[in-house]
């Protein structure tokens, strides 16, 4: 063969073209990709969000024992809402009956998934779950690995829990955040079990379902209208609306110019001073700059009587303060007013990373003591994007947290800096402003 | 660019991105990382792409530079040593295509790449690689020598 005919040759193993590059393909994997991405963004939020969950369950078991009473005649809905007890407002959504049944079964090899009740509203889709595999055992954890609104063909992003399922027929509960309620939804849940010793993952198998949600209630909607200042940010609360499993609370920032605000914590009490809902203060949704929803569990969706809604505290930071440069000569973090204090500890270290490459980092400490649901930076590549920045590990000590950032050319401009934009707070403060929400 | 803008452009290109990432690797697999990759890049940075007809552009060079990353590092962990400029032929004749192709110094595989594979012109090898195209022929040629290639542009 000359050469001319390997040419040809080799193009010839080029005309079958693979069907990954099927173009739903493509576009399923770029998302699945930019969720990881957005995931990977926020490693600090998703931890902080579990311990502040951790909180919020406690507080859950402390005030659910009237809802458990009533509802254990009922076997199904007992059983549910036990499942839910870490949340009020979806424990009692359970209890008033909002769910929907949906009853689709999914037999694969690991065994047969069932989505059998679902529930939701604007800010969340409930599914409740269970799987059987002819009286075997496999235990693993269940993951909407994508959640497409069918009406409009969108795959949807946002965040969720990855509970644990076994094959034992017990329901489990995942709870996916989104924007707005959608009516018709497929979800694709993908089931990964572990090994004998529960260390690690055998093997995994997605199961696909297509569903109508059931009813959406509309929420019962209080004007606020009022402003508040705290922690340097000056606020301006609008209408707060009770949904079945959730209020939102819509917060203006009158002062977005100078200060932004990394975190709003908000509790919800009834007229006899029960606490019922704590403030999630990672979750709020962004809507422009000076606007955003913020939310807390509910469980007032029935309740007749007058409310109180508590401001608990803010976080902010000062605009100018955002931009902060770590200069790889000096190991100095520096921003407009000079030497960032909050960090120290600085060092360069050469470590093995997970591809087994070794690598550079930044490895410094920084006082955490007034913020509980940022992450530390972003990273501003050479092209000015703000790119995949993830701090690779974090150790909470006290309230010091240890972090590093490992060095990519990408990120290192020609003065031999790396350019940041912070994000935990400068200020923080704790308020106790109450706001009285009547019928 | 909206969703719809960016996957109907990508589902024209596509099958020119695998074309062009494939000789790096021989793999399928690999190729089709490389293109993944590639529209994941672009479309996290979409909205920086002011003149839409300048995509196709934009993502072959995201994809080259991609690939040329990749395949040094492919480079070191197999270690592929690739063909030196001063070698003489009788050194590598009995290499086949494939493999000499991905093992050309890299100025020269990507001219290669571009044009048999990509199927573009020396001009517009040029506009894509920001070279002057004198200089793309002077690649061009040098490249074809290695691989015992003759062909006329």
Request: charged residues 30%; hydrophobic residues 35%; aromatic residues 10%.
């Amino acid at each position: 063969m000359n050469r001319m005919d390997e040419l040809n040759a080799l193009m010839n193993e080029m005309v079958d073209i693979p069907e990954s590059l099927d173009i739903n393909k493509i576009k399923k994997v770029t998302k699945k990709k930019v969720l990881k991405h957005r995931i990977g963004q926020t490693t600090k939020g998703v931890s902080l969000f579990i311990i502040a969950f951790m909180a919020v369950l406690t507080v859950g078991v402390n005030t659910s024992t009237v809802f458990a009473k009533t509802v254990k005649e009922i076997p199904v809905i007992s059983e549910l809402a036990k499942i839910v007890s870490f949340n009020k407002g979806i424990e009692d959504a359970v209890v008033a009956e909002y769910g929907t049944p949906i009853g689709q079964k999914v037999s694969g090899k690991l065994g047969t998934v069932e989505i059998a009740y679902v529930m939701a509203d604007d800010r969340s889709l409930v599914m409740f779950v269970k799987a059987y595999n002819d009286g075997k055992k496999t235990q693993g954890t269940i993951e909407p690995y994508e959640v497409i609104d069918t009406d409009t063909n969108e795959v949807l992003s946002s965040s969720y829990n990855i509970p644990e399922l076994a094959t034992d027929g017990k329901y489990t509960a995942i709870v996916y955040n989104w924007d707005k309620y959608r009516e018709n939804i497929s979800v694709d849940l993908k089931y990964e079990i572990y090994d004998d010793d529960n260390t690690s993952i055998s093997d995994s198998e997605t199961y696909s379902f297509n569903f109508n949600v059931g009813e959406k209630f509309e929420p019962k909607v209080y004007n606020v209208d009022k402003d508040y200042e705290i922690a340097n940010g000056k606020y301006h609360i609008g209408k707060v609306k009770v949904f079945p499993m959730s209020t939102e609370i819509e917060v203006h920032f009158l002062n977005a110019d100078e200060v932004e605000t990394t975190d709003m914590l908000f509790e919800l009490k009834d007229s006899f001073g029960l606490v019922r809902s704590k403030g999630e203060g990672l979750s709020a949704k962004y809507v422009n700059d000076d606007t955003y929803f913020a939310y807390v569990e509910s469980g007032y969706f029935k309740y007749q009587g007058d409310l109180e809604l508590k401001l608990v505290s803010a976080s902010t930071i000062s605009k100018d303060r955002k931009e902060v440069r770590l200069n790889l000569d000096t190991l100095e973090f520096t921003d407009k007013y000079g030497k960032v204090d909050e960090i120290y500890n600085v060092k360069k270290e050469k470590v093995t990373n997970s591809e087994n490459e070794e690598v550079s980092e930044i490895d410094f400490s920084l006082k955490w003591d007034k913020d509980a649901s940022s992450s530390v930076f972003w990273i501003k590549d050479n092209d000015g994007e703000y790119y995949a920045m993830t701090p690779v590990s974090f150790s909470n000590e006290g309230d010091i947290l240890n972090s590093c950032i490992e060095l990519n050319d990408q990120y290192i401009n020609s003065n031999n800096e790396i350019v940041l934009e912070r994000l935990f707070a400068e200020n923080y403060e704790e308020a106790n402003i109450k706001i009285k929400i009547s019928n | 660019m909206n969703d719809e803008i960016f996957f109907s452009r990508i589902e024209k290109i596509k099958v020119k991105l695998y074309k062009i990432a494939y000789p790096y690797f021989n793999s399928e697999s690999m190729a089709v990382d490389m293109v993944d990759e590639a529209i994941y890049q672009a479309y996290l940075k979409r909205r920086q792409l002011k003149q839409e007809e300048y995509m196709e552009t934009w993502l072959i060079r995201i994809l080259m530079n991609l690939c040329k990353t990749r395949y040094n590092k492919y480079k070191k962990q197999t270690g592929i040593e690739e063909i030196p400029e001063e070698a003489t032929y009788a050194e590598y004749e009995n290499l086949p295509l494939k493999e000499a192709i991905s093992k050309l110094p890299q100025q020269y595989k990507e001219v290669i790449v571009m044009k048999y594979f990509g199927g573009y012109t020396i001009a517009e090898i040029g506009k894509l690689l920001d070279i002057p195209q004198g200089t793309i022929a002077t690649r061009m040629r040098k490249a074809l020598e290695m691989l015992r290639l003759d062909m006329e542009e």
